[in-house]
């Protein structure tokens, strides 16, 4: 099938690649002309495991192509995606220029039957708001033409996204009419194959259905946290809580670990919108104000330990980071926890040598020549005569360190460990003053 999808960001550009891996033709449209062209050239913009071969694979098959040509893409195609980004606005809704921009612009060009598909995240009647957008244009036209809105939200995660996408749990469908619900089928037929993973419904409830999956999961995550921060409190071991109630299925492992707070470009600003979107119904939504405040503290846990460790004398010091994005295999530094750290720690007249295996240039971008921070290359120039190592981000490479390297390179054997990644026995025994979070340690 001829498809085109509006945004080449990491859900655009991996639902394009993928989508032209199993025999559709995709076009690509991005307003990012250096995107676009890096794109024609198979260079990928982001980091993300596997993409950068299914881009190449559909570039010399045909069956990719990147644009800044937003007419032709329409053209191109009967079923076009809008995946743009949904940022937060200043008070915490999602902002929808975007949407809505590449809504008018489909109905400028459109003279045929287009199924419109929303994958982008966007509140409850945007649907509707996107249909009356390109109703008017169509009428200031003075085109008479059928068209369908389709909402199909994303439940991808960075750093899995091709596979995610290669092989969905679940594909979510918003449609109000039969011919858009086959086209929809069509489009997703490979990946349906097996069993069927199709959920259809009104586009309201496919909406929500997003967001209620992104707050679900950051409900866990913050309940987790404040379970973490009770078990330092009362010298539980947090880890250990976490495997007693995994195990109960009603519960699972997934998404109950304990840390110094989520980020990233969704949960957060997910959490904002779905607030907002109760205020406008008079709803007090107060699980989710909890979920968010509670994460907001979380994020300053490195900080707090930090400060109590060296008992409040920080200025001057040099600290040691690793692990920059918001999580690992990602380059994405988007409401990261180690830029609310780092701002933190400059703040108090705090030195820090960072690093991270894919972050390093999104965050020098922040940042820019800001003497206080050196970004290095390798994770051990990180800890040249730091007073500390704090770990941030779970990356892999992190999991089994060199800890004798570590010792040496260090000023004093102290470890903030925002990920739990060692046993608290094990430090000790190595003569490390570890602090995980909720560890049975009172800091
Ligand atoms: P992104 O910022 O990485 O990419 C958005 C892209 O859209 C950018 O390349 C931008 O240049 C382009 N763009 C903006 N306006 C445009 C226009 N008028 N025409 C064409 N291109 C345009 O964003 P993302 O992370 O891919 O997220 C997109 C949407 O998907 C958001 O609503 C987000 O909440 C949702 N989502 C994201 C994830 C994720 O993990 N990143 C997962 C599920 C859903």
């Not at 194959?193 to 993973?197: G, S």
């Not at 290359?377 to 730091?386: M, V």
């Not at 892999?396 to 360190?401: H, L, V, Y």
């Given at each position: 099938m001829k498809i085109s999808i509006f945004g080449g960001g990491y859900v655009g550009l991996v639902q394009a690649a993928v989508l032209s891996e199993v025999g559709h033709d995709v076009t690509c449209v991005d307003i990012n002309p250096r995107k676009v062209d890096a794109l024609n050239r198979g260079l990928i913009p982001i980091y993300e495991p596997g993409l950068d071969v299914l881009v190449k694979q559909g570039l010399s098959k045909g069956l990719l192509t990147f644009t800044i040509d937003a007419e032709e893409a329409i053209q191109h195609a009967t079923a076009i995606f809008i995946a743009v980004g949904t940022p937060p606005d200043?008070?915490?809704?999602?902002?929808l220029q975007h949407v809505l921009k590449v809504a008018e612009t489909i109905a400028q060009y459109m003279n045929e039957y287009k199924v419109i598909i929303n994958k982008s995240t966007v509140p409850v009647g945007t649907g509707a708001r996107v249909k009356s957008v390109v109703r008017e244009q169509l009428k200031s036209r003075n085109v008479i033409c059928e068209f369908d809105v389709v909402s199909n939200p994303e439940f991808l995660k960075e750093g899995a996204a091709v596979a995610d996408c290669q092989r969905p749990d679940r594909i979510v469908i918003g449609v109000e009419s039969d011919k858009a619900a086959n086209i929809m089928r069509e489009i997703y037929e490979h990946f349906n194959?097996?069993?069927?993973?199709i959920i259809q419904m009104d586009i309201r409830s496919a909406e929500l259905t997003k967001y209620a999956a992104n707050c679900m999961l950051a409900t866990k995550i913050s309940f987790m946290n404040e379970m973490a921060n009770l078990a330092e409190k009362l010298g539980a071991d947090i880890e250990s809580v976490r495997q007693g109630i995994g195990s109960d299925p009603r519960i699972?492992?997934?998404?109950i670990y304990p840390g110094c707070g989520y980020g990233g470009s969704c949960f957060p600003k997910d959490i904002n919108a779905l607030l907002n979107t109760s205020r406008q119904v008079s709803y007090d939504a107060k699980i989710l104000k909890a979920v968010d405040r509670v994460n907001q503290k979380q994020k300053q846990v490195l900080f707090n330990k930090l400060h109590q460790v060296f008992n409040g004398d920080l200025v001057g010091r040099t600290i040691a980071l690793w692990?920059?994005?918001?999580?690992?295999?990602?380059d994405d530094t988007r409401e990261a926890t180690s830029l609310v750290l780092i701002n933190a720690l400059l703040e108090a007249g705090v030195a820090v040598q960072a690093y991270d295996p894919q972050a390093r240039a999104e965050v020098g971008n922040i940042y820019g020549?800001?003497?206080?921070l050196t970004l290095t290359?390798?994770?051990?120039?990180?800890?040249?005569?730091?007073d500390a190592l704090v770990i941030v981000t779970e990356w892999?490479?992190?999991?089994?360190?060199n800890f004798e390297l570590i010792q040496q390179s260090l000023?004093?054997?102290i470890i903030v460990d925002g990920r739990n990644l060692y046993s608290p026995q094990k430090m000790k025994q190595l003569g490390f003053i570890y602090y995980g979070v909720g560890r049975g340690e009172s800091i």
């Open positions: 200043e008070d915490g809704s999602a902002d194959r097996n069993h069927e993973k699972g492992y997934h998404f692990g920059l994005s918001f999580k690992p295999e990602t020549d800001q003497e206080e290359d390798k994770k051990e120039d990180a800890l040249i005569a730091a892999k490479e992190f999991r089994s360190p000023n004093y054997p």
